[in-house]
């Protein structure tokens, strides 16, 4: 045993707030079960209704229209990116004025004018070589996928020119001084440390993409939330078909939302998180 | 190996260049020094056409640079004919540059690998000998953001030489560096000198451009005041604007 006084302890500190914000928060919680367990909904036709064929089938259309209008939107938007930076003024120019019209008019009323489009052209094709009736071509599928494929270009060109943008001008240089083309340099330098940046945006757009789908039922693309409404019309179960409908998107979103954070830590190599993240594992 | 006649550059109402003439024969090294902003990044950067100039001409081993003559007039050369252009003249940055996404092997051999489409495999065994040669063996697969400002810069190096450039330019290549760093450095460009490689360097070493240089420029304010061999223009200038930066410097 020494003389001196004991050796200082460091206590942990107390999170006195925590504990108040958890039980109100599970309070609360237990409220909205105990409400919605005795409100008026019949919870047993929500579990049978979960995976009703119909059901099963508009979730799969809701997933392919989420990919399809997605990979489109994409598309365009690199390319209206790209066009928006480029030296030449008429590209510039007509990128600028794509995103004006498709972000300057709402999607239900762009659905519903690609819907309608038999109304103004009644054939589409080439003359003398492709005809065809456009009531044949634009089906529900193809005016959904176009409505919403095009509408989110625009967006996402926005968000890939801020990404283009936000690469080191330095790098951009270097590219150049060692010979490479614009187009190499744009694959091979700019666009690989640009998805870093446009990773998350277009992350939260996906998510939007998926219940975006659901305006399609106004057009009678055979998603979830169509399928659901075509169940409620026939059976009035109404707030159990919702609730359906409700589960699954939620459970899309969850499985999207462990991709993207899978996608992020992909395309962070060389940053200096991921040098940290490498110390870590 | 590079002739330069009667440039002229412009940022608005600055006159970065005026009227430069200069050449270097094949082999030379010749250092520009000179205060900051008196246009020798801009002499640099006219040579591979990261910057177009306004007026005057320059000829890269005998080629015109950027334009396509046809009698009496230049066509400004597409991006393909520029690109292949500056393929011969291999560049090192202030700032290093690397790509950031990319590990120091991946570095090296983009410009072999996807500008002149050389195989991968012998590629990489020449970028490893290049890494070998800076020093930097055993960090094939770090990423720059993990590498000090010397490694970095020695790898950036090694990236121009992998081109296999007629022409290596040096812009400033140790302004960017703890001082400490600075001579690692210098140790790889005295290499690549020994190689009889022709290099343009924009540099504030003056004992670098003593030792290494066959010729060194001095410039101010866009123009080139004072060109001769080192034990001239460091040791006796003759030009008062030349002496006051030279004493500066040494002080």
Same mark, same amino acid.
């Given at each position: 045993m ?13 999170h006195?707030?925590?504990? !108040?914000a958890?039980?109100a928060?599970?309070l609360?919680? +237990?409220a #909205?079960?105990?409400? *919605? =367990?005795?409100? /008026?909904?019949?919870w ?5 209704f979960l995976?009703a064929?119909?059901?099963?089938a508009g979730l799969?259309?809701?997933? !392919?229209?989420?990919v399809?209008a997605?990979?489109l939107g +994409?598309a #365009?938007?690199?390319? *209206? =990116?790209?066009? /928006?930076l ?5 590209l510039a120019?007509?990128?600028?004025g794509?995103?004006?019209?498709f ?6 009323l ?5 819907f ?9 094709g080439?003359?003398g070589v492709?005809?065809w009736?456009?009531?044949?071509v634009i089906?529900?599928?193809?005016a959904?996928?176009?409505?919403l494929?095009?509408n989110?270009g625009?967006?996402t060109?926005?968000v890939?020119?801020a990404g ?11 590219a150049?001084?060692?010979g490479?083309?614009r187009?190499?340099?744009l694959?091979?330098v700019?666009l690989?440390?640009?998805?870093r940046?446009i990773?998350p945006p ?12 659901s ?16 169940i ?9 078909l919702?609730?359906?409908?409700a589960?699954?998107y939620?459970?899309?979103?969850t ?8 996608l ?5 190599a060389?940053?200096?998180r991921a040098?940290?993240?490498e110390v870590?594992? | 190996?590079?002739r ?11 006159r ?15 250092c520009?020094?000179?205060?900051s ?6 002499l640099l950067?006219?040579i591979?056409?990261l ?23 230049l ?11 500056r393929t ?8 290093f540059?690397l790509?950031?996404?990319?590990t ?12 002149l ?8 065994a ?9 020093g930097?063996a055993?960090?094939?697969?770090a990423y ?6 010397g490694?970095?810069?020695?790898i ?6 992998a ?16 001082p ?7 140790a ?5 000198v020994a ?6 360097v ?9 030792e290494?240089a066959?010729?060194?420029v001095f ?20 030009h008062?604007?030349t ?9």
């Amino acid at each position: 045993m020494t003389d001196g006084p004991a050796p200082l302890r460091i206590v942990p500190r107390r999170h006195p707030g925590r504990w !108040v914000a958890a039980a109100a928060a599970i309070l609360l919680l +237990l409220a #909205l079960v105990r409400a *919605f =367990a005795q409100g /008026a909904i019949r919870w047993d036709v929500v579990g049978q209704f979960l995976t009703a064929p119909a059901i099963l089938a508009g979730l799969a259309n809701t997933c !392919v229209m989420t990919v399809a209008a997605m990979a489109l939107g +994409l598309a #365009l938007g690199v390319l *209206f =990116a790209v066009m /928006a930076l480029s030296p030449n003024p008429v590209l510039a120019w007509v990128a600028r004025g794509y995103v004006w019209f498709f972000r300057g008019t709402p999607l239900l009323l762009q659905l519903l004018i690609w819907f309608n489009l038999a109304l103004v052209f009644p054939r589409l094709g080439v003359p003398g070589v492709l005809d065809w009736r456009t009531v044949d071509v634009i089906t529900p599928f193809m005016a959904t996928l176009l409505g919403l494929g095009i509408n989110q270009g625009a967006y996402t060109a926005e968000v890939v020119r801020a990404g283009i943008q936000s690469v080191d001008a330095g790098q951009v240089e270097a590219a150049r001084s060692i010979g490479m083309t614009r187009l190499v340099l744009l694959r091979r330098v700019v666009l690989p440390q640009a998805m870093r940046v446009i990773i998350p945006p277009v992350g939260n757009e996906v998510v939007s993409m998926v219940k975006l789908t659901s305006v399609a039922s106004v057009i009678q693309y055979a998603e979830v939330l169509h399928n659901a409404q075509t169940i409620y019309y026939a059976n009035a179960r109404v707030i159990e078909l919702l609730m359906v409908a409700a589960f699954w998107y939620l459970a899309v979103v969850t499985v999207l939302n462990v991709g993207q954070s899978w996608l992020e830590r992909a395309f962070a190599a060389g940053t200096r998180r991921a040098a940290k993240d490498e110390v870590r594992a | 190996m590079i002739r330069i006649d009667g440039l002229c550059k412009r940022f608005g109402a600055l006159r970065a260049l005026e009227d430069i003439h200069l050449h270097v024969a094949p082999g030379q090294v010749v250092c520009l020094i000179g205060p900051s902003g008196s246009g020798k990044s801009t002499l640099l950067r006219c040579i591979n056409q990261l910057e177009r100039p306004d007026a005057g001409q320059v000829w890269v081993g005998g080629e015109l640079v950027g334009y396509r003559q046809a009698g009496r007039l230049l066509h400004p050369l597409p991006d393909a004919a520029l690109a292949r252009q500056r393929t011969r003249t291999a560049m090192v940055f202030q700032r290093f540059n690397l790509f950031a996404h990319r590990t120091a092997l991946q570095n090296i051999i983009e410009g072999p690998v996807h500008v002149l489409g050389r195989d991968r495999r012998s590629a990489t065994a020449e970028a490893m000998a290049l890494l070998e040669r800076v020093g930097l063996a055993d960090k094939r697969d770090a990423y720059p953001a993990t590498l000090s400002g010397g490694q970095q810069q020695r790898i950036a190096i090694a990236r121009a030489l992998a081109m296999r450039p007629q022409v290596m330019l040096f812009d400033e290549p140790t302004s960017a560096l703890d001082p400490e760093l600075v001579a690692e450095v210098l140790a790889v460009m005295r290499g690549v000198v020994a190689d009889g490689l022709t290099m343009l360097v924009v540099t504030h070493e003056l004992g670098f451009a003593r030792e290494a240089a066959d010729r060194v420029v001095f410039m101010d304010a866009g123009r080139i005041v004072e060109a001769g061999p080192p034990s001239q223009v460091l040791s006796h200038p003759t030009h008062p604007r030349t002496q006051g930066f030279i004493a500066a410097v040494l002080a």
